[in-house]
């Protein structure tokens, strides 16, 4: 769909670095689903956070 007025479109992981640039010495901190961690941990240290410098908490849904 359309963003909505002063919103932005397209994929998280290349928005989060379009407006964060290089992460080198950036403490980061990701939650959420777990593909959607995986994807953003892989993308911030490739903009260059350390692996030490990044800490996720990926969501999973309860057994049932």
Known sequence: GEAP???LKG???QLI???L???TGMGVYL???GDIVATLHKT???AG???S???TDAFTAPAK
């Open 21 to 23: 640039g290089d992460t």
């Open 53 to 55: 410098d990044v800490f």
């Open 11 to 13: 994929s998280i992981d």
């Open 17 to 19: 670095i379009e407006k």
């Open 5 to 7: 007025e002063n919103g």
């Open 49 to 51: 956070a350390a692996e």
């Open 44 to 46: 911030i240290c490739a």
């Open 31 to 33: 939650c959420g689903s």
